[in-house]
């Protein structure tokens, strides 16, 4: 692992990924009224230039035609991030990309969420959980 500041490996050391039932995929619109219908069923939600972006259910994106070719799981980490916190987004991003699986993540406010294909949940699970041990045990 590379050279991490203090509070990163205290954030890793801790992170406890979690996988959340359910597969989910990213969706947008610009059809206010599809977007006024999706927004209670929506994960998450962000306004970009193109449209509104959403990350639903899978079974809520095929129930409105949306398209649901990349299916995606959720694993949250479990640990308390800092908005203002450096380190964590890149050493997950770097451990997953250096087994070639992509991910997007999502701060919120209390934690952050990791979604990866849905092929390859499982072995996001071990590379997560590895690094998290790797964190605990240098």
Do not use: W
């Amino acid at each position: 692992m590379q050279k991490i500041s203090e509070t990163a490996h205290d954030m890793i050391s801790g992170m406890t990924p979690t996988l959340i039932a359910g597969d989910f995929v990213f969706a947008t619109t610009q059809d206010t009224d599809l977007a006024a219908a999706l927004i209670p069923q929506a994960l998450a939600t962000f306004k970009e230039a193109e449209g509104l972006s959403l990350i639903l259910p899978l079974d809520v994106a095929r129930s409105h035609a949306l398209s649901i070719d990349d299916p995606m799981r959720c694993i949250t980490l479990n640990v308390y991030s800092s908005l203002t916190g450096v380190g964590l987004t890149a050493a997950v991003s770097a451990a997953l990309g250096a087994q070639n699986i992509p991910c997007n993540m999502v701060a919120a406010h209390h934690h952050d969420h990791v979604f990866v294909p849905a092929s390859a949940c499982t072995q996001a699970m071990a590379i997560l959980t590895a690094l998290q041990d790797q964190a605990k045990h240098p």
